[in-house]
């Protein structure tokens, strides 16, 4: 799941950009993409807040992250930020 290069914005990770893994779904991101933090317990993290990606910290709890409606929700997300440029 790990790679080159941030997950969500694409930025290429080294020296000056560490790559941050979501407790929630497990892929690499850059530190903007992975700035907020909160429970994974669907993940065996425990209670404890724990960090994860902007699209995986925007996921109602009502839908556990790794779920179809999470993946869908970060696709959209995805699109949205596509959108931007």
């Avoid at 429970?39 to 960090?51: F, I, L, N, S, Y």
């Avoid at 995986?56 to 970060?74: F, I, K, N, Q, R």
Wanted: hydrophobic content about 35%; some cysteine.
């Amino acid at each position: 799941m790990c790679g080159q290069n941030c997950y969500g914005c694409r930025v290429k990770f080294g020296v000056e950009v560490v790559i941050h893994h979501c407790r929630a779904c497990g892929y690499g991101y850059c530190d903007s993409c992975s700035s907020n933090w909160r429970p994974v317990p669907e993940r065996h993290w425990g209670t404890d807040a724990v960090r994860v990606c902007n699209a995986c910290y925007d996921v109602p709890p009502e839908h556990p992250a790794g779920s179809l409606t999470a993946t869908v929700l970060y696709c959209n997300f995805l699109l949205a930020e596509i959108m931007k440029l």
